[in-house]
């Protein structure tokens, strides 16, 4: 099997299980992002299994970022015990850095400031994207996957037939202006018939369309300098002819929460 039909086939079934996920059942699609979390949290402490100065261990920041995961959900289901769980989250996010204090590694603050951002990054929008599915729509999270992949895939397509000047080459020598300003039209596009389609607000996803395009963009430079800075070329294999989960939903990861922002806002006015 060639590459490029690899990657197409490890693609759509990447596409089914997100999408199905989402509209099948709130419990199917917190377990399946729940999944994806927890395989980023490890493909993002991978980054620093080689390092000298970074020593952090694995399983407890997987067991602390899941619990973190299923905690913030039991607090939303607005049960009686909404104090408790929050003292749980506290708990267990400073008892994981007070155990540097045993460790007698030389660099105790990098490896809080790994666990923090693992948290931030890995944990922390996989509960957004529940949040806008359970609060607005499972519709509205669906449909930013499809103008996140539909801005990744004309990008990719402008920047490979049009592209000439470099968007970022420090970071990202491949990401070209060309293919960038064509992923966000087309976007934007996608955005309108979406809109047309569903007799949803023209404003509300024209506005969403242009968020959601920047947005993927700085997500995918943001892991790409991730990646320069540990000197890996994919964060993990999962997925074959993609890398890894971080390497799949590196978009999204930086789009949600801002997405998540423009619903509230645009549904408090």
């Known amino acids: 099997m060639n590459n490029m039909l690899l990657r197409s086939v490890s693609g759509a079934v990447f596409i ?7 509209l099948l059942h709130p419990v199917a699609m917190i377990f399946c992002l729940g999944l994806f979390s927890a395989l980023a949290l490890i493909e993002f402490y991978n980054f620093f299994k080689n390092s000298e100065q970074v020593s952090v261990s694995k ?38 850095f007070l155990s540097e204090i045993w460790k007698k590694k030389e660099n105790p603050l990098l490896n809080i400031g790994v666990y923090a951002s693992s948290f931030m990054y890995a944990v922390l929008p996989f509960l957004i994207m529940v949040l806008i599915a359970l609060q607005y729509s499972n519709v509205f999270l669906a449909t930013m996957f499809i103008l996140i992949w539909t801005n990744d895939t004309f990008a990719y397509l402008s920047g490979r037939f049009f592209g000439k000047n ?15 300003i064509g992923g966000s039209l087309l976007t934007m596009l996608m955005a309108v018939g979406i809109t047309y389609y569903s007799d949803q607000n023209y404003l509300l996803w024209i506005v969403a369309a242009l968020i959601i395009s920047v947005t993927s963009n700085l997500g995918d430079l943001l892991e790409s300098l991730f990646k320069r800075t540990v ?29 998540y922002c423009w619903l509230v806002i645009y549904n408090y006015f």
Request: cysteine-free; charged content about 15%.
């Open 59 to 96: 399983g407890s920041g997987l067991f602390v970022g899941l619990s973190i995961y299923a905690a913030v959900l039991v607090f939303l289901s607005k049960l009686q015990f909404e104090s408790l769980i929050l003292a749980f989250i506290f708990l267990l996010i400073f008892s994981l």
């Open 166 to 180: 470099k968007l970022f080459p420090r970071i990202s020598p491949n990401k070209t202006w060309e293919g960038t």
């Open 16 to 22: 089914i299980l997100v999408l199905g996920s989402v």
């Open 231 to 259: 000197d890996v070329k994919d964060s993990g294999n999962i997925m074959p002819g993609h890398g890894g989960i971080l390497d799949r939903f590196d978009a999204a990861l930086i789009t949600a929460p801002f997405f």
